[in-house]
């Protein structure tokens, strides 16, 4: 059964694992990757990666990606979103430390941040805004 807009949208905040898919080019196919994302309600959904990576550069070409997000407790869940990048920013230890802060426990957010700045370099917010959605509850298993 199909969520409804405010139950996905309620889903997609919530901190899972996403897998990002991203165009590949010709004869290749889609780029899917786990990421960890934010999102809220009614806004546009954004990832934090190497400016340089891979997968930055794929979605600058393509100009658009999809995002899914699942569980299966309490029940087999998902939500998928497609769209269009809206922007591209420079990250910061901000973005850095209120991403770390949605996935980690408070007492690991510090010390993740302070390791991840120093090795991964440069990083980059790519915003996406959710223009199509598919969503399912098969209920429990």
Known sequence: ???????????LAEPHIGALSVD???????????????YAPDGDLWILTGATSRKAELIRAAGRFTMMADTTEPTVRYVSVEGPLVSSEKGTREHLTEMAARYLP???????????????GEVVVLRMRPERWLSADMGSV
């Not at 059964?1 to 889903?11: H, I």
């Not at 590949?24 to 934010?38: C, E, H």
């Open 1 to 11: 059964m199909a969520l409804s807009r405010e139950e996905r949208a309620r889903f």
């Open 24 to 38: 590949d080019g010709p004869g290749r196919a889609p780029l899917t990757v786990p990421i960890w994302y934010q």
């Open 106 to 120: 408070a007492d690991k957010v510090e010390g993740y941040v302070d390791w991840s700045w120093k090795e991964h």
